[in-house]
């Protein structure tokens, strides 16, 4: 089971509350601004002394609070309380100046009381509604690390550009098995290496979807539990790769709480981003290359476009997997020379993400097993797959996709590994990347799971089926999957 830290590193003042999603300073404005509000209702005698008290601690946390970066959703909450303020200080004011003090009549007082009070409430709604991401800590034996690095490969020209120049370039993140650092350390920026890279795509995946950028700002304030160049776990064993694939429009980081369970247990995981396809990708020279992918409109057109670009992410993943071999041999000097075991390889991903998986592992018999994340199975399905291969879907039904069953079943169906499709009860597409801990617990959007379900689940079955296979732990497959949803075990087709 994982451990909840107490909350999202972005200040220590702006620690986030858990279950209230907001930081102390914001809880104190919204208690603060509602006492503002009852005080035109309480005993005559008390209301100078709590009118005072509540309007001093308003503007502290108030000012707390800007200072550290104002959140949208503490805007209606300040909105109600300078709406409150001067009917709540107005007759403070007439009292001094020996004024007869001036009171709103209680039927006209009422009304207002309550627009105000609505306003205020609307901030906590917001914040539970789209909170800072709160990353549940990893439950493994070792501490994370993390760092980015940036590959070309020189034998592929960038087929997104017509420059004959360009040349296929991808980002990628490791997360590693990590000596534990010291209490205090700062960890590592979600979404990105920096404050204004993770802004930069936090906007762009909002865009995406067709958000506004400012709902989800409170992402890019997040920090996960992984340290940037923590120094790699030191007893000098050899951990097995798993590369990981993000959906369409998805980015390197979107499985951030899985990628950081798995490191703990002692995986070493390699997420792409894959560029024109991800949101957007920010270069090492500042450089930042935003999608160019998108819907025709036209399901049948959709379908070849999309095993077109799964095509494109297959080939990262081999090159990204080449890349680690060289990594592993000493090629280049690295923290992580003669520590990866790339003779235990898996291959993953997220929707899109997952197809490519498919994809790879068909194409690449350097990946032992295949982990599909809610992803149709874009392109051919020859030739058949030959690894272990793990399918976890949201439940697949006609009015899902009356293609997406048959054609899973006929990918995992065909191959000559056994393959394990686990349909997770109350899971939604998104509940298979980090969406359930910041977006609104809407079942159609994030399923029924919960925030810290809904992760805890899916790296809970992925680590199951990743420890028998890479790591031969003993235990049936069969027998253990079922406790995270309901199991459909596809045999080996006996060949003639």
Known sequence: MWRRMPGAEYGRVNEIIPGLNMSLPEVLAVLSAVV???ARWIPPAARPRVTIAAGALLLLSATVVSAAGIRWQVVPVLAGAALALPFAVS???????????WRARWWLALPGSAVCIGLISCGPVAAWAFPVPVFPEPSGDFAVGTRVVQWTDPR???TFTADPDD????????WYP???SPAGTQRA????????????????????VGLPGFLIDGVPRARTHAVVDAPVEGTGGRFPVVLFSPGSGGVRTQNTAWAEELASHGYVVAALDHPYDSSAVVLADGRTITTEISSSGDRDKDEELAAG????????LGFVLT????????ETADPLNGRLDTGRAAVTGHSMGGAAALQAARNDRRFDAVVDLDGYPHGPTSPSLTQPALALTQAVTPGTDSRYLPRLTEALGSATATSYRLTVPGAAHLTFMDGPLYLPPVPAIVGSLGRTESPRIVAAATLAFLDTVLKEKPGDLAGVLPAYGDLTVHRPVQRP
């Open 36 to 38: 503002l509000v009852v």
């Open 91 to 101: 007759p403070l004011l007439r009292r001094r100046t020996a004024r007869p003090a």
């Open 156 to 158: 592929r020209p960038e």
């Open 167 to 174: 040349l296929r370039t991808v980002v990628v993140q490791l």
């Open 178 to 180: 990590a000596r534990k």
């Open 189 to 208: 920026q979600y979404l990105g290496r920096t404050e204004q890279e993770a802004r930069t795509v936090s906007d762009a995946l909002a865009h995406g």
């Open 309 to 316: 670009w799964t095509a494109v992410r297959t080939a990262d």
């Open 323 to 330: 890349r680690l071999e060289g990594l592993d041999r000493g």
